[in-house]
């Protein structure tokens, strides 16, 4: 998958700005794609020029002027394209989980720290993850909401996400109760 696509998808909510399209990939997007501002606005400019997005320039006093970005029929066409491929299978590509498969010649504490610090950043996504499950919702059950919805696209989304950093939170406990027991016991090389 590419940027592109992401942006698109992102872009069915309605009409943004780069900034509110990259507070928006850290809310929702984050948690099945990571892009930077910098990735984000060079993506943007590139696809106004492909015709799959138009943008329009908002006057602001005290601020700079803002480019408000909105799907063109091109970019539905291209959307519609896009969900018609089967998906390539995702790849992980995680430094943590090299870490582990080295602890044991490795430095012990240092993997610790590591996943304490993948724990708690777990937690704070989970947090942040149920905020906006709770602001989609608005009071109403899950399954009301599904039912009723204008899209749930994002929600669905939204649900991998939580159960994706619910697992690393729990991968992330065991592994250092695991860990902890060994190197008290057993003392780990390294």
């Known amino acids: 998958m590419s940027l592109r696509n992401a942006v698109l998808a992102t872009l069915l909510e309605g009409e943004a700005s780069?900034?509110?399209?990259?507070?928006?990939f850290d809310a929702g997007v984050a948690n099945f794609w990571?892009?930077?501002p910098q990735q984000l606005y060079r993506e943007l400019d590139k696809m106004a020029a492909d015709?799959?997005?138009?943008?329009?320039?908002?006057?602001?006093?005290?601020?700079?002027?803002?480019?408000?970005?909105s799907l063109t029929e091109a970019g539905r066409r291209a959307l519609h394209e896009f969900t018609a491929r089967p998906p390539r299978p995702g790849a992980?590509?995680?430094?943590?989980?090299?870490q582990v498969q080295?602890?044991?010649?490795?430095?012990?504490?240092?993997?610790?720290?590591?996943?304490?610090e993948r724990r708690s950043w777990a937690e704070s996504k989970i947090a942040r993850f149920e905020r906006l499950q709770a602001r989609f919702?608005?009071?109403?059950?899950?399954?009301?909401?599904?039912?009723t919805a204008d899209r749930i696209g994002p929600?669905?989304?939204?649900?991998?996400?939580?159960?994706f950093e619910r697992e690393n939170l729990r991968w992330c406990e065991e592994t250092?109760?695991?860990?902890?027991?060994?190197?008290?016991?057993?003392?780990?090389k390294g």
């Open 92 to 98: 992980m590509r995680e430094e943590l989980m090299v």
């Open 137 to 147: 919702l608005n009071g109403r059950t899950e399954e009301d909401y599904l039912a």
């Open 176 to 188: 250092l109760t695991i860990l902890d027991r060994r190197t008290t016991s057993h003392p780990l």
């Open 51 to 69: 015709g799959l997005i138009q943008a329009r320039v908002v006057q602001q006093e005290r601020r700079p002027n803002k480019r408000l970005f």
């Open 18 to 24: 780069g900034y509110d399209l990259s507070k928006s």
């Open 102 to 116: 080295a602890v044991d010649a490795g430095d012990v504490e240092a993997v610790m720290a590591a996943l304490r």
């Open 34 to 36: 990571m892009a930077t």
């Open 155 to 163: 929600y669905l989304t939204l649900m991998r996400g939580l159960a």
